[in-house]
């Protein structure tokens, strides 16, 4: 007589687990956002930096980074979901207190491969975007190859150090820091 339904303990089984597991704690929408913002806040700031030391104008300094604020939120933002579809590089680990064959539900982190692979696919389109930006404020090529070229050498680094203090997050945790502000104002 044959069962349709995996053995409990099957790779079958295990397998679905898993697949359920990675649906429950992939990145939220909300940890998308969040991201976005973090990252938008250094990037600008970099961008600025950058823009003043090869344009030597505080005004278009500004104004390129205040361009991208509105292009590159929107350009992150859509490059957070799509790797929250990629598993490439994320690690399942099991609590530090959880006792052998306990069923525990694991934590989620991105692996450095994966931050790694994550900056380097941002930073293309980034330094697409800024180069872009740049030519639209200057007029001038060569400027805006120089402050998309400099963009790539800082960029990749801080992106790099951004993404690590996020895999520092356990996946899940935004929400759950939301969630139960949302029950405190609420009075539950």
Same mark, same amino acid.
Not at 88 to 102: D, H, I, M, Y
């Given at each position: 007589?044959?069962? !349709?339904?995996?053995?409990?303990? !099957?790779?079958? #089984?295990? #397998?679905?687990? *898993?697949?359920?597991?990675?649906?429950?704690?992939?990145?939220?929408?909300?940890?998308?956002? &969040?991201?976005?913002?973090?990252?938008?806040? &250094?990037?600008?700031? /970099?961008?600025?930096? &950058?823009?003043?030391?090869?344009?030597?104008?505080?005004?278009?300094?500004?104004?390129?980074?205040?361009?991208?604020?509105?292009?590159?939120?929107?350009?992150?933002?859509?490059?957070?979901?799509?790797?929250? %579809?990629?598993?490439?590089?994320?690690?399942?680990?099991?609590?530090?207190?959880?006792?052998?064959?306990? *069923?525990?539900?694991?934590?989620? %982190?991105?692996?450095?491969?994966?931050?790694?692979?994550?900056?380097?696919?941002? %930073?293309?389109?980034? =330094?697409?975007?800024? &180069?872009?930006?740049?030519?639209?404020?200057?007029? /001038? =090529?060569?400027?805006?190859?120089?402050?998309?070229?400099?963009?790539?050498?800082?960029?990749?680094?801080?992106?790099?150090?951004?993404?690590?203090?996020?895999?520092?997050?356990?996946?899940?945790?935004?929400? %759950?820091?939301?969630?139960? *502000? !949302?029950?405190?104002?609420?009075?539950?």
């Amino acid at each position: 007589m044959s069962n !349709s339904l995996p053995e409990p303990n !099957s790779a079958q #089984a295990t #397998a679905a687990r *898993e697949a359920a597991l990675v649906q429950q704690l992939r990145d939220s929408h909300l940890r998308s956002v &969040i991201k976005a913002i973090s990252w938008r806040i &250094i990037g600008t700031i /970099d961008t600025m930096v &950058i823009s003043y030391f090869w344009t030597g104008n505080t005004g278009r300094a500004l104004a390129i980074g205040g361009s991208e604020v509105l292009t590159k939120v929107g350009l992150y933002y859509a490059h957070e979901r799509v790797w929250a %579809r990629i598993p490439l590089g994320t690690l399942r680990r099991l609590s530090p207190f959880s006792k052998v064959g306990e *069923e525990e539900p694991a934590q989620l %982190r991105d692996s450095k491969v994966r931050s790694m692979l994550k900056a380097i696919s941002w %930073r293309v389109v980034g =330094t697409i975007d800024t &180069i872009f930006v740049s030519y639209l404020w200057t007029g /001038d =090529t060569s400027k805006a190859l120089k402050i998309g070229g400099t963009d790539v050498l800082t960029k990749i680094l801080l992106y790099y150090l951004h993404e690590r203090v996020w895999a520092r997050v356990p996946l899940g945790t935004v929400r %759950r820091i939301f969630d139960r *502000e !949302s029950k405190v104002k609420s009075g539950a």
